[in-house]
């Protein structure tokens, strides 16, 4: 399961991406589906997390963030937020342009 510190070492094997059970195991601690780690194969770059989903038969994918700005526990809760929607028949991409156009 990614960590944060298992986070700090991603990228040195010039691997791009980094799913949720990639790691050490944590006990109480359950991957969410789609969330994964997004890293460059270049260094020094940011991080980011992503989450993959599927809506109304088409897959979907958002950013959930940099890390370390945004932690695992962090990510978690966003990508679990993402799946109550999607869950709630609530495109989440669409709801993210909504409220970014709201403001």
Known sequence: MLTDNYMSMLGRDRKKHYDTTSGPEIEGEHPVPGLFA?????????????????????????????WPIINCTE?????????TMVAMGIDP???????????
Request: glycine letters at 6%; aromatic letters at 8%; charged letters at 35%.
């Open 38 to 66: 997004l890293v460059p194969a270049v260094k020094n770059h940011h991080k980011w997390w992503r989450i993959k989903y599927m809506f109304q038969g088409k897959e979907g994918q958002l950013s959930l963030g940099v």
């Open 75 to 83: 990510a978690r809760r966003r990508a679990m937020e993402i799946r």
């Open 93 to 103: 991409s669409a709801e993210r342009k909504r409220r970014k156009h709201k403001q």
